[in-house]
């Protein structure tokens, strides 16, 4: 749950960023605790990797990964943005 806290919050802080000052770099670290243990899928997740909870941590994981990216792409700031994913 609290990724999704942190995830609307580093949202939040591009799209303020892109309507104020589209023009100058910024900084976003987004460290996600979704995989580790305890592991508790969101319930439209759970099942859905065929591989356990682990499994569907790691798709909810990519969705936010993919919100991130898509959010990038809209604001027009994907172009000249570096996303370093790690694990």
Do not use: C
């Amino acid at each position: 749950e609290i990724d999704n806290v942190f995830t609307a919050k580093a949202e939040g802080f591009i799209r303020d960023h892109a309507a104020r000052q589209q023009a100058k770099p910024f900084f976003v670290y987004l460290a996600l605790g979704a995989v580790h243990v305890p592991l508790t899928p969101p319930a439209n997740l759970r099942g859905k990797s065929k591989t356990g909870a682990l499994g569907d941590m790691i798709l909810w994981v990519d969705q936010t990964v993919g919100r991130m990216t898509t959010l990038l792409d809209d604001l027009k700031l994907a172009q000249d943005t570096l996303v370093i994913f790690t694990s």
